[in-house]
């Protein structure tokens, strides 16, 4: 039985990622963090007590500013694939927490790299590259774009990125970088562009928020369905040589176009319920993304599922389940709850 270590195996692409490694018949150990509270939300559905015989997934306590404890992890585990998912991924946090965010996507991917040479295992690594690192780079975007990245996260994923690929040529190792651009999901966080706009539409649907705050509406993404893009990860590691590979639609929308279909999805008219503030605006904005994957198509056979108009709809229609969820389990306590958040969004 192939073993599978992840890190960021808590996030949105670590959980569908653990479910596609279980369903493949793997052993999967997943990182986690330290944290005051549970934060194990996603994954919680998939785990079974490690005493219980028949368990394939276990998570285990490290950090990726701590080497000590990935090298002792890679020393224990000794996986045959590795999925460095791990990041403080939030662009426009990035510019509040830029050095927090790059000892985590540059220094952290560098350390487990590290702990992979220093532990001497035979090994293929992913690495969460992002189409982030194109930044102001004019679309379509593949392999060969040069690099502008425009936020501290970007400069981070960049590091991490380039020193994957110094790994791959200096030591041989199987190392590949996936240059993901934007997917989502029910499970992307709350604070992303796309989830924040449909669980807005759901609370606002059942009156329990008055009005959405975005920043720039005319930013355009590449957007796909997270459980397509995992498995575009898998398939790297399974090729006989590692390589960089561009993963996205092929297909842009500006934020204004999903904020439309997605209050569209709900009978609601977008223009009474949303309104632009500055304080989202980022210091330095990405305008324009949009993938061109000819090369995973090609070389993976990798395609996309889902498309814009059903991720939209797969989106609001679990924000609106969520919160009537929350409804029937005490509506009043969940009024001040959704309104107190909103603020802080
Ligand atoms: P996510 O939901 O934000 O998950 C990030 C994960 O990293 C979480 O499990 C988080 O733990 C963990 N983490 C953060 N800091 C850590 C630390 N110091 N040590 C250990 N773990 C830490 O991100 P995602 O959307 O799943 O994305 C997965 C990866 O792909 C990230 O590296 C992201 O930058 C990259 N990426 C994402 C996209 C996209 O559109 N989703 C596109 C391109 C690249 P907690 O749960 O405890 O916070
Ligand atoms: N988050 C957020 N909140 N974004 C907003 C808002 C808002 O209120 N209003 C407009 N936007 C715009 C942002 O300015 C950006 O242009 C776009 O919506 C998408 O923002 P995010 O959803 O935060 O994603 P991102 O593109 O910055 O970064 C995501 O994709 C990258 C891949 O391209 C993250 O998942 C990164 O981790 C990932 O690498």
Redesign the pocket.
């Known amino acids: 039985m192939k073993k599978a270590f992840l ?10 990622l653990t479910e596609f490694l279980l369903a493949k018949g793997c052993e999967v150990h997943g ?3 330290r ?1 005051s509270s549970f ?2 939300d ?1 994954l919680d559905h998939l785990y079974r007590d490690f005493h219980e015989s028949g368990a394939r997934f276990f998570l285990h306590y ?5 080497g000590g404890s990935l090298v002792k992890l890679l020393y224990d585990i000794r996986p045959d694939e590795i999925y ?7 662009v426009k946090v990035s510019f509040e927490v830029p050095e ?1 965010t790059a ?3 540059a220094g ?1 991917t560098l350390r487990l790299l590290e702990a992979v040479r220093l532990t001497g295992l035979r090994c293929r690594f992913y690495q ?5 690192m194109f930044g102001s780079a004019p679309p379509p975007q593949n392999e060969t774009t040069p690099f502008h990245p425009r936020s501290p ?1 970007a400069c981070a ?1 960049l590091f ?1 990125h380039t020193i994957t690929v110094n790994y791959r040529e200096s030591y041989g190792l199987h190392a590949s970088s ?7 999901s029910p ?3 709350e604070t ?1 562009v796309t989830r924040k706009i449909t669980r807005a539409v759901a609370h606002i649907k059942r009156g329990v928020q008055d009005k959405l705050y975005l920043g720039n509406l005319d930013a355009r993404r590449d ?2 369905y ?1 459980p397509d ?1 995992v498995r575009a990860m898998w398939q790297m590691l399974q090729q006989d040589q590692p390589g960089d590979y561009v993963v996205g639609t092929g297909e842009a929308h500006t934020v204004r176009e999903f904020v439309e279909l997605a209050f569209a999805c709900a009978d609601l008219d977008w223009k009474e319920f949303v309104e632009v503030d500055p304080r989202y605006f980022r210091p330095a904005e990405v305008d324009y993304l949009l993938a061109d994957a000819s090369k995973a198509r090609r070389a993976l056979g990798w395609e996309p599922s889902v498309t814009f108009a059903d991720l939209v709809r797969i989106m609001v229609d679990a924000d609106l389940r969520e919160i009537d969820a929350k409804l029937r389990g005490g509506e009043e306590a969940l009024r001040t709850a959704v309104h107190s958040e909103g603020r802080n969004m």
């Open positions: 890190t960021g195996a808590t996030g949105q692409d670590g959980s569908y990182l986690k963090r944290s934060n194990t996603r490290a950090d990726l500013t701590d460095n998912l791990a990041a403080q991924s939030h927090y000892d985590v996507a952290g969460a590259s992002s189409s982030e996260y994923k991490g996936g240059i993901l651009f934007n997917h989502e499970r992307r966080g992303f957007w796909g997270a893009y």
